[in-house]
């Protein structure tokens, strides 16, 4: 599929909405009613093994989680490469 100059441009200038996952758990409706402040949720990820990097439900990379100025980031380790990124994109329609 090729792309034309114009369609690119339109489409890098797009605003996108990025989520990361932390991690996952299965537990029961009444479990999860029974939660209040301060309770724990015990994902299935190991500590220390970063996040997976979404855009529209594709995972698009992962990354290590840290702290800048008292947020959340994330330190991107591994990612599509830009071809692959754009023509997602433009399948999906995004422009």
């Known amino acids: 599929m090729e792309i034309s100059e114009r ?3 339109l489409l890098v200038d ?3 909405v990025v989520d990361v996952m932390l991690g ?3 537990i029961s ?9 301060g309770d724990i949720i015990s994902l299935h990820k190991p500590a220390g093994s970063g996040g997976e990097i979404y855009v529209n439900s594709r995972i698009i ?7 800048i100025d008292d ?3 994330v330190r991107v380790q591994d990612s599509m490469d ?6 997602y994109f433009f ?3 995004m422009i």
């Open 82 to 87: 830009s071809d692959n990124v754009v023509r």
């Open 29 to 37: 409706i009444s479990e999860f009613l029974r939660l209040g402040d």
């Open 91 to 93: 399948e999906e329609h």
């Open 71 to 73: 947020k959340l980031a």
């Open 61 to 67: 990379g992962t990354g290590d989680i840290i702290v």
């Open 7 to 9: 369609e690119y441009d």
């Open 24 to 26: 996952n758990t299965n």
């Open 14 to 16: 797009t605003e996108i």
